[in-house]
């Protein structure tokens, strides 16, 4: 199971932390990321990492304002948002998969979905 929270409506450049609470087992291969999904517009790879993997993977339009970061003991993962633009305006959801050879930058090889957050900024 997993809930995500964090999310709000916020100016261009504001900055926004979003939190996953991951319930049930990881394992070392295991895979958790974070997605997002604007109006009208398919599912978006935002950020994601292998569990045991200290680098996790940015799409383009993220890399060097999002940060990826995870607490094993709370078995929870953050992705903090800075400098966001309107065009980073959707719902984010974080998900998480079984160990798989898959990318971990496809939507559909993730197992298990959170509820989604919205994020809205405005210029």
């Known amino acids: 199971q997993l809930q995500a929270s964090g999310g709000g409506s916020v100016q261009t450049g504001d900055s926004l932390r979003l939190s996953c609470a991951v319930s049930?087992?990881?394992?070392?291969?295991?895979?958790v990321g974070w997605f997002r999904q604007a109006p009208g517009k398919g599912r978006e790879f935002v950020a994601a990492?292998?569990?045991?993997?200290?680098?996790?993977n940015y799409a383009d339009s993220v890399k060097g304002r999002f940060t990826f970061s995870r607490d094993n003991a709370k078995n929870t993962v953050y992705l903090q948002m800075n400098n966001l633009q309107p065009a980073d305006t959707a719902v984010y959801y974080c998900?998480?998969?079984?160990?798989?050879?898959?990318?971990?930058?496809?939507?559909?090889?993730?197992?298990?979905w959170g509820q989604g957050t919205q994020v809205t900024v405005s210029s």
């Open positions: 998900a998480a998969r079984r160990p798989k050879t898959t990318s971990i930058s496809l939507a559909f090889s993730f197992d298990y």
């Open positions: 049930g087992r990881t394992f070392s291969n295991s895979a």
């Open positions: 990492s292998i569990w045991s993997s200290s680098t996790p």
